[in-house]
């Protein structure tokens, strides 16, 4: 089975850092391409930033110049580097990994989500 386990989410003041964590298991995590998305009350999930397999990003405009999403393949981890917060960052942020094109899984899977807070 396939999991996805978010970490690192708290409470900071506007202007500070976190560093989010998603570890994965049960897949082979170098071949897929992995990313944070995020909810906040009453609003839609939304894209935050995507790493490609091949090492390609792609982020929100909202966040471009304070988030930096990498990967370490070695240890099957995806990380969200966040500063200079913002209180309109304050969201569950989930990590996904996109399996859809594997003929084996076809799917993409989502972890549980750790929540950020951040205060003004």
């Known amino acids: 089975q396939v999991h996805l386990v978010e970490s690192g989410g708290g409470l900071v003041q506007a202007g500070g850092s976190l560093r989010l964590s998603c570890v994965a298991s049960?897949?082979?995590?170098?071949?897929?391409?992995m990313g944070w998305y995020r909810q906040a009350p009453g609003k839609q999930r939304e894209l935050v930033a995507t790493?490609?397999?091949?090492?390609?990003?792609n982020s929100a405009d909202s966040v471009k110049g304070r988030f930096t999403i990498t990967r370490d393949n070695a240890k099957n981890t995806v990380y969200l580097q966040m500063n200079s917060l913002k209180p309109e960052d304050t969201a569950v942020y989930y990590c996904?990994?996109?399996?859809?094109?594997?003929?084996?899984?076809?799917?993409?899977?989502w972890g549980q989500g750790t929540q950020v807070t951040v205060s003004s």
């Open positions: 996904n990994i996109d399996a859809r094109r594997s003929p084996y899984y076809a799917r993409d899977y």
């Open positions: 049960g897949i082979i995590f170098r071949l897929y391409d």
């Open positions: 790493m490609t397999s091949g090492g390609n990003t």
